[in-house]
């Protein structure tokens, strides 16, 4: 019995001298000495045209090939009924005579009734239909005689009615019109398909067939998705970079990105096969291209409702280096540099010049305040080095005020990285654009990475980054805590040295939950849900709480990346009057920390706390998307003290006022 005491006795003293020594282990963070201040554009997002983020995603378009011009001209229609003779259905191609867009949809119609001739198309992965929501339906067309009466339908997977709408097509002079009808859902379906049945007799000529939802993002007619984009509005974004990413570049020279072609009208954009339709054999998307519905503009007209600085990415004359590594001569590289020129015009021009009235014409006069730029996207070697000099030079001679963002390649460890690193530096680069798509371990070793980082020099854009646990693990799979909180410790290290990074934002974006191409993603959605990762909701807890100036937050003098499994980062809001203080606790153990906030005056006298915490395999999912979320408490100071309990694997953020 004794002995059993005993025992008892020393479990009982090692908790009380263990917590003890966790109490004597205090923070230090000297609150009156601003350190940096805080860049605006600290935290972004990162948009590209992967896992179907574009069409099928937060661009509104629910048909699928509208213009007819995928590699397969059907693809995604299908044509039904009984009265469809030979030659009845046609493909045309205009060729040359209208490169932009030029098939069309010809349909001889011989006294049908309805049901006789039809065309129907499945959407993206079928289409997302709201009960109660107005539809607009659109289509242009040519009709060479006569009259026919268009019926218009949304059926759901049992093939149930659950919207539809009938209308003549007025116009026989046998020019190209345009036509609609709107209709509201009379119920819901994921996975509805749009029909167009055809009565009566006539020649028709049918192209950009579309359907769209009226409740898109502010209500714009063709419009995006709202609930996607309220999910970037909901982060607060410093910066949007937009077009991507890999399709920048593309997998030839042919297949790049060409801003010039996806603004003006929406059917003289021209479509190109998006290049995840081929990168993976494990995930082939043979439906996968880019409409260029979400264009330039639309990119720019975004970054400025979220209140982000636009970021866009331009081709620097060589394609993905993965792929056919094709390069431009440097002799015929001056296209590429003036399209680099013209987008700044598009962006910041006078409504006189040339680009400026283009941006005019399309209904924004004002100009978009463009004031980064990158040149390549994950370019490398001394290719790219002198086709980067080259912009640089164009660049900096007619806009010396654009700050312009170079690659490092596709990794931060390499030889090929720190070639870049050398040359980019001699050559007095704006900001350093590195990439990491790494472990969770490689997070937590790294997050000191950018302690010794020169000041002086280029600034850092952390422009991809994710924690990319065990790859048998697939899909949305591998969005659990044990990624989240790793990324977390590391964007510690990320704003602890915001004197050096600027700029930061997680790869990808968007996906969806049955058209992805790579995993992880900060965000998952089908055709009528949304949720947010618990990497997402690290995101959005430091792009929301950001602050204005940096404050050193310390132990014995050290600071905080990874002694005790402990990372901390610090900062002051001088507009709100706030200190942030963001704490990683990746021990499977809590901690008790006392916080003290030095040299600050009329210190609130109680803060709130915001845990994120989970087990390392949680993850949220459509069925349970708030598996991991944010909880709230209050806590009360002691003077200058804050006690807080941080629990095993979490991430903590205490705020307190101060006047």
């Given at each position: 019995m004794n002995f059993k005491k005993n025992i008892i006795f020393l479990l009982v003293l090692c908790t009380v001298i263990r917590v003890n020594a966790q109490k004597k282990e205090g923070i230090l963070v000297r609150a009156g000495k601003a350190d940096t201040e805080i860049a605006s554009t600290m935290w972004g997002v990162f948009f590209e045209d992967i896992n179907m983020g574009a069409d099928g995603g937060i661009y509104a378009e629910l048909v699928k090939?509208?213009?007819?011009?995928?590699a397969k001209p059907l693809m995604g229609w299908s044509v039904k009924g009984k009265k469809i003779a030979e030659g009845d259905v046609l493909v045309l191609n205009r060729q040359e005579n209208q490169v932009a867009n030029p098939r069309f949809l010809r349909l001889n119609v011989n006294a049908a009734m309805k049901g006789d001739v039809g065309i129907i198309?499945?959407?993206f992965k079928g289409m997302g239909i709201k009960k109660g929501v107005r539809y607009d339906f659109s289509l242009m067309y040519r009709q060479q005689r006569s009259h026919v009466t268009l019926y218009v339908s949304l059926t759901d997977e049992q093939n149930n009615t659950i919207a539809e709408t009938h209308f003549k097509l007025a116009d026989t002079s046998g020019t190209w019109q345009k036509q609609g009808m709107s209709f509201d859902a009379t119920d819901a379906s994921g996975k509805a398909k749009l029909n167009i049945w055809f009565e009566g007799t006539g020649l028709l000529d049918l192209d950009m067939i579309s359907l769209f939802p009226s409740d898109t993002w502010k209500g714009r007619k063709g419009g995006m998705r709202s609930d996607m984009i309220q999910m970037l509005a909901d982060m607060k974004p410093g910066?949007?970079?937009?077009?991507?990413?890999?399709?920048?570049?593309?997998?030839?020279?042919?297949?790049?990105?060409?801003?010039?072609?996806t603004i003006g009208p929406i059917e003289e954009r021209q479509l190109i096969m998006n290049r995840w339709n081929v990168e993976f054999s494990h995930r082939p998307a043979p439906d996968y291209f880019q409409t260029f519905g979400l264009g330039f503009f639309e990119y720019f007209q975004l970054a400025e409702d979220l209140g982000a600085a636009p970021l866009p990415i331009l081709n620097c004359g060589?394609?993905?280096?993965?792929?056919?590594?094709?390069?431009?001569?440097l002799e015929q590289l001056d296209p590429y540099v003036q399209d680099a020129l013209d987008l700044i015009e598009f962006a910041n021009g006078d409504v006189t010049s040339e680009w400026g009235s283009v941006r005019a014409k399309m209904g924004h006069s004002k100009p978009f305040n463009l004031k980064y730029l990158g040149i390549g996207n994950e370019n490398w070697g001394p290719q790219y080095v002198e086709r980067a000099k080259v912009f640089q030079q164009a660049i900096k001679a007619k806009y010396p005020e654009i700050q312009l963002i170079y690659s490092s390649g596709t990794d931060p460890d390499s030889e090929r990285f720190r070639y870049l690193n050398g040359e980019l530096r001699a050559m007095d680069a704006n900001v350093i654009d590195e990439h990491y798509y790494r472990s969770p371990d490689w997070f937590l070793k790294n997050a000191g990475r950018y302690d010794q980082y020169d000041r002086n020099g280029p600034k850092i854009f952390a422009g991809e980054y994710a924690a990319h646990v065990d790859g048998k693990i697939t899909g949305s799979n591998?969005?659990?805590?044990?990624?989240a909180i790793a990324e977390a410790a590391f964007m510690t290290g990320l704003e602890r040295n915001a004197a050096v990074v600027n700029m930061a934002s997680y790869a990808p974006l968007f996906a969806n939950t049955e058209g992805w191409q790579w995993a992880p993603d900060l965000i998952w959605a089908d055709n009528l849900n949304v949720y947010g990762t618990p990497n997402y909701l690290v995101q959005k807890l430091f792009s929301t709480n950001k602050g204005t100036h940096t404050l050193s937050a310390s132990i014995d003098n050290k600071s905080i990346s990874g002694a005790d499994q402990l990372y901390v980062s610090a900062v002051a809001d001088r507009t709100k009057k706030e200190i942030i203080i963001k704490l990683v606790n990746t021990d499977t153990e809590s901690k008790i920390r006392e916080i003290t906030l030095d040299s600050w005056k009329n210190i609130g006298s109680s803060g709130k706390l915001t845990v994120l915490k989970g087990n390392l395999t949680d993850r949220n999912s459509m069925e349970n998307p708030a598996l991991v979320s944010p909880q709230e408490q209050d806590i009360r100071l002691k003077g200058k003290t804050a006690t807080v309990t941080l629990p095993p694997n979490s991430l903590v953020m205490l705020k307190v006022k101060y006047n």
């Open positions: 090939n509208r213009s007819f011009e995928f198309n499945e959407g910066f949007i970079r937009f077009p991507g990413g890999c399709i920048v570049e593309g997998i030839d020279l042919a297949n790049r990105y060409q801003w010039k072609k060589m394609a993905c280096q993965f792929n056919t590594a094709e390069v431009v001569p591998r969005n659990i805590w044990q990624a």
